[in-house]
């Protein structure tokens, strides 16, 4: 119940920052509105970021590699201290751990160092970074058309209830996509300022975010190069031989920015990296991990996370983009939206969060089929149909929003079995890391908030013997 009555208190905050955002808005107080805009979205995510454990999948092992990251930077591991034989293609169990990209880890592994070992430590990084993507999409949408249309793609960002999910860390892939669609939202800002300035700094800061974005989640982030084109060209601004040579500098500095960390792991860790190498390819043949899914399922998560209408308007886009003349600025955004989903199709394992860098494309894409909707809205033989479909836009990514984020659902965000894990936290202190938990339900969790080993099995005796011969302190509950 105590959890219903703050959520209750969640929304009342947010609808009264949304009121007052909404009329400073039309007043013309843009930047006081994106404020209010970006205090709404900031409240949500603190909200979900505050459950007071780690989620199963896979907040709990990015937090576990996290922490172990603070003693060695350049070494992630999982079982940091592996007493036991472990097999090295495990990813849930083993040592090395190279099963995700390193930058969300290490940005963690610093919020966790400043802010200690908990949980809004983990989420920190995420919900700042989410919140900020708010203030990046109204400027994104802002070059592609009007203050209206931006503030109605970043008032969608900032209740979408997949990115507010994943920021507290709710759902697989978590911190990961966060840091992705960040980082791709950010280097598709940074060619606009560089469009707009023709400083070449801004280009350059555009190719390091790109890599950045390949560290957080790998080489869909090369999205952005097409992007880039397109809008370099419509811009009118550069010459041929200029987009070429400026093309070749964001290259080049996208890979100076990610190609020395595989260098790393293949030579610091090479079965660790062929092995996930190989992994990856086996995305497109294998349902991993149960994850096997239709070539279908994206396109049809998109009406779950962005409104079942949805469709509507992406068809409607689809014809606008082609239509002659064709639109450049148009063409980028349907490159930026609908690549990743066809890409995506055809490998067999998916997840629904492998296509939320595509969302800032997406949110442009419904504010303008509003603003079409309102503008033209005299042409309809029934007034209210326009109004029915702006208004089932904006309501049904709020009710997806609500059951994402479960903020008015009574559920458990202290659970008793992480309290108990966190009591043991002076033994490890006590024990200086020469405590050994076995027979634990949460191993990894244990390992995150206690100073220890932990295995979720009992071992044989004479293993036990040996570990207390070599000063190793054992429990077993």
């Known amino acids: 119940m105590t959890n219903l009555i703050t959520g209750i ?33 900031l409240v949500l995510r603190i909200y979900v970021a505050s459950d007071h454990y780690l989620h199963a999948w896979d907040e709990r092992y990015h937090a576990l590699v996290a922490k172990n990251l603070i003693r060695h930077p350049l070494k992630p591991t999982l079982y940091d201290n592996p007493l036991l034989d472990y097999d090295y293609k495990n990813w849930t169990g083993n040592h090395i751990w190279l099963h995700k990209p390193p930058l969300p880890l290490m940005t963690m592994a610093l919020s966790i160092g400043l802010f200690g070992i908990n949980e809004i430590a983990v989420r920190l990084p995420s919900v700042l970074l989410s919140t900020i ?6 400027q994104i949408a802002l070059y592609f058309y009007n203050a209206r249309l931006a503030y109605m793609a970043a008032f969608l960002y900032s209740i979408h209830g997949l990115i507010i999910a994943l920021a507290g860390g709710r759902y697989a ?5 966060i840091f992705f669609l960040f980082f791709i939202s950010l280097a598709v800002l940074l060619l606009l300022e ?32 097409p992007v880039w084109l397109l809008l370099m060209i419509d811009s009118g601004k550069f010459t041929p031989k200029k987009i070429m040579t400026d093309f070749a500098v964001l290259a080049f500095v996208t890979c100076l920015t990610f190609i020395p960390w595989q260098f790393y792991i293949h030579l610091n860790f090479p079965a660790e990296a062929f092995y996930e190498r190989s992994l990856l390819r086996k995305h497109f043949t294998e349902g991993i991990e149960g994850h096997g899914e239709s070539c279908w399922f994206h396109f049809l998560c998109m009406g779950k996370m962005y409104g079942e209408l949805f469709y509507i308007p992406a068809i409607w886009f689809v014809y606008k983009a082609f239509k002659k003349p064709v639109h450049l600025k148009r063409l980028a955004l349907l490159v930026w939206f609908l690549i990743p989903f066809i890409f995506f199709s055809f490998p067999q394992t998916k997840l629904q969060a492998y296509t939320l860098f595509t969302a800032p494309s997406i949110f442009i894409i419904i504010s303008l089929f509003c603003v079409y909707l309102y503008r033209y809205r005299n042409r309809f033989r029934h007034k209210f149909i ?6 089932l836009l904006i309501v049904l990514p709020i009710r997806y929003s609500l059951e994402k984020t479960k903020i008015l659902q009574i559920r458990e965000r202290k659970p008793e079995w992480a309290i108990e894990i966190k009591k043991l936290a002076p033994l490890g202190e006590a024990a200086d890391g020469k405590l050994v938990i076995f027979n634990t339900e949460h191993p990894i969790e244990t390992m995150f908030y206690v100073d220890c080993v932990a295995y979720s099995f009992i071992p044989e005796q004479h293993v036990i013997a040996d570990l207390e011969k070599k000063g190793y302190r054992i429990m077993i509950q």
């Open 386 to 391: 326009p109004f029915l479909l702006i208004s």
């Open 194 to 225: 560089y469009i707009k300035t023709r400083n070449q700094l801004f280009n350059i800061l555009s190719g390091i975010s790109i890599g950045l974005a390949v560290l957080s989640r790998w080489l869909p982030a090369f999205i952005v190069f």
């Open 9 to 41: 208190i969640v929304i009342i905050i947010c609808v009264v920052c949304l009121v007052y955002s909404f009329r400073l808005f039309k007043k013309n107080s843009i930047k006081i509105a994106l404020i209010f805009l970006l205090l709404n979205g």
């Open 133 to 138: 993507g708010i203030l990046i999409v109204f």
């Open 173 to 177: 892939t978590d911190h990961i996509d």
